[in-house]
């Protein structure tokens, strides 16, 4: 069990520039769900996955963004046209499916995003 | 919509004192409450969960019981330690789908 990890762990673009961020869940971890926390604030939702299906999306979640989990596994956020508003970080959570006491999301150490 | 609110912070202690961290939330129907906890330079972790009212979850000497009545689940330790020192996020979630965080009470704990 390597955790749930992230890559990269830093990103500064201009205003304007799109950006990818990855996330590689728990390997067995059929869900996979993407937070931003902004300073002093806890982490708010933006979408999940189950498996390879994105089944919510947060209003929040302007058409700017997008998420993919093409093969169920890895999973990539895409910002297209940056704005200093965007400036968060970014996080990542896997769990596995709810019931049997499985209700519990495994955090990665998220990517940190300054838009200049 | 729902949402949790919690104590605002920093809250510093002497190693040893007790601990008392508020949270309330504010849901329909019957949420599944949760603590999680973040140390310097780490993510995010579990720290203890309710799934029904009078529920208490517990966890490394830390309790919290699932008010349904005053909407609460604050949480608790009888002696806190500096390696407590952490940001506490207060969380609910209805269908697991989608969780809701508090703002975070950072801890300070002084030796």
């Known amino acids: 069990d390597t955790g749930v990890s992230q890559d990269p762990r830093h990103k500064i673009t201009k205003r304007g520039q799109n950006v990818t961020f990855r996330c590689d869940p728990i390997s067995e971890h059929n869900r996979l769900y993407w937070y931003r926390q902004t300073l002093g604030q806890g982490p708010e939702f933006l979408t999940y996955f189950q498996n390879e299906a994105q089944l919510e999306k947060s209003r929040l979640l302007s058409d700017r963004f997008s998420a993919e989990r093409p093969k169920g596994s890895f999973s990539t956020l895409e910002i297209q046209r940056t704005e200093q508003g965007d400036s968060a970080m970014y996080l990542c959570?896997?769990?596995?499916?709810?019931?049997?006491?499985?209700?519990?999301?495994?955090f990665g150490s998220g990517t940190q995003l300054s838009v200049l | 919509g729902d949402s949790v609110t919690q104590m605002e912070g920093p809250v510093t202690l002497s190693e040893e004192a007790f601990l008392t961290i508020n949270c309330t939330y504010t849901a329909t129907g019957y949420p599944s409450l949760f603590w999680y906890v973040q140390y310097p330079g780490e993510g995010l972790q579990l720290l203890l969960k309710?799934?029904?009212?009078?529920d208490k979850g517990s966890n490394k000497g830390f309790e919290a019981t699932y008010r349904k009545e005053t909407t609460s689940f604050h949480l608790e330790k009888g002696s806190v330690q500096v390696s407590d020192s952490a940001v506490y996020f207060c969380?609910?979630?209805?269908?697991?789908?989608?969780?809701?965080f508090g703002s975070g009470t950072k801890l300070n704990v002084k030796p």
């Open positions: 309710a799934t029904k009212a009078d």
């Open positions: 959570a896997s769990s596995l499916d709810p019931g049997q006491g499985n209700e519990k999301l495994f």
């Open positions: 969380a609910l979630s209805r269908n697991f789908n989608k969780f809701y």
